[in-house]
């Protein structure tokens, strides 16, 4: 069943904001403060990559060198939604994007293998 579920997604212009959201599905599903929720993406014809990532309980974030000044990830705790502001987009950003869960609390960033619950994922196009 899903258990996080991604919103936002689109298209844009390249130069324009696009924002995204990924909170669980149900009540079932609890983010703990030692999770690190990510935001990954999987452009066309290349393999999923990660993004950015929070966090939980540090409020901690992290980000892919591709994406660092331009996106910036954020969580509300109260309604246990992480949300991903992606500014000056480019059409190099075009792919789908998926929130996951990291119940490893080493702040495994970018190891994909720690992350065990992920979103569907929402298409994000960006065009020049």
């Known amino acids: 069943q899903v258990q996080l579920v991604e919103s936002g997604g689109g298209s844009a212009q390249a130069g324009e904001t696009l924002t995204l959201s990924c909170a669980p599905s149900?009540?079932?599903?609890?983010?703990?403060?030692?999770?690190?929720i990510g935001w990954w993406r999987q452009r066309p014809g290349k393999e999923r990559e990660f993004v950015a990532g929070?966090?939980?309980?540090?409020?901690?974030?992290y980000y892919a060198d591709s994406v660092k000044g331009r996106f910036t990830i954020g969580r509300v705790a109260a309604e246990n939604t992480v949300w991903l502001q992606m500014d000056a987009l480019e059409p190099d950003d075009t792919a789908v994007y998926f929130c996951?869960?990291?119940?490893?609390?080493?702040?495994?960033?970018?190891?994909?293998?720690?992350?065990?619950?992920w979103g569907q994922g929402t298409q994000v196009t960006v065009s020049s």
């Open positions: 149900g009540p079932t599903f609890v983010i703990y403060s030692s999770y690190v």
């Open positions: 929070v966090h939980w309980r540090l409020n901690k974030k």
């Open positions: 996951a869960s990291n119940p490893d609390g080493r702040l495994s960033w970018s190891d994909e293998s720690k992350y065990d619950v």
